[in-house]
């Protein structure tokens, strides 16, 4: 059994994100992979808790497990506000962002200003979603670890407030059985893996465990693995990362890795086979990002 990461405050892989500029072809493809999808929701952002709402350029389609999701990010509208500077993050990092679960957003904020990892501060935001009982918002805090500390890939940490009408019920069964966010596999060259684990287990407050050709951290819901680039082909055989380091693929658990295969392939997805029993979709299949698939 793991032990999970020592931080009060970061505690989970919240979600992993996929930027995209068609978020209806990227939904129809996660679609075809097995995932249950929320309706299209709009985002609105405010540059202080308690602060004006402002729309913004982007809104979002999730996969949604319970304690993490998948996030599907889409610039809609290429002329409205960007604050969080979503183009700029495309351009930027070719794998994924992720988002850490934050128990208290203020104490992540503090934490990460004493490791030396500067932020932005606390950043509000919501946009609203629907339910069975009507509209509801969904409202959480987010605070972004400063770019120059994640040449991998845009991080953040958030605290949700109405998890409620994130993780509704019947968004949560999804064809292909995927119960969880896994893991995040970040792929660094060869001869910095010390250098990146150690800035992972200031940013995590977590401990960490060689399995194999990786270096994990394990968090209470999801870790995070650091494997070397020469390594790579031992874990995801035939990825060629576009670039290192690099957020370069994501994890998910299912109840069954064989009914899991079968609908995938049966919606004319190729799958190929991982060294660890599971399987995986390769990036051009999985909307840019390799798409892993374990057991629980």
Known sequence: METPGRSADIDSIDHTVLITTDLAAASARYERLGFTLSPVSPHLLAERPGGPLLPTCTANRCAYFGRSFIEL???????????????????????????????????????????GLASTGVRALEREVTTPDGPRTVRADSVRVDAVHTPEGALQATQHHTPQYVHQPHYLGHPNGTVGLHGV????????????????????????????????????????????????????????????PLLAAHTVAVRDLSAARELIEGNEIPTRITPDGGFYVAAQDACGVPLAFTTE
Do not use: F, N, Q
């Not at 002329?79 to 104490?107: C, F, N, Q």
């Not at 684990?197 to 209470?220: H, M, N, Q, S, T």
């Open 185 to 244: 596999l970040l792929v660094v060259p060869d001869g910095e893996v010390d250098e990146h684990e150690e800035r992972y287990a200031r940013l995590l407050d977590a401990d960490v465990r060689i399995d194999g050709a990786k270096r994990v951290l394990p968090l209470r819901h999801g870790r995070v693995e650091i494997v070397a680039r020469s390594a790579l082909d031992g874990l995801l055989p035939g990825h060629v990362p576009p670039a290192v």
């Open 73 to 115: 990010l889409g610039i809609v509208d290429p002329v409205a506000p960007d604050p969080w500077g979503v183009h700029e993050l495309r351009r930027t990092y070719r794998g994924l962002l992720m988002t850490l679960g934050s128990r208290d957003i203020k104490v992540t904020a503090e934490r990460l200003r004493a490791a």
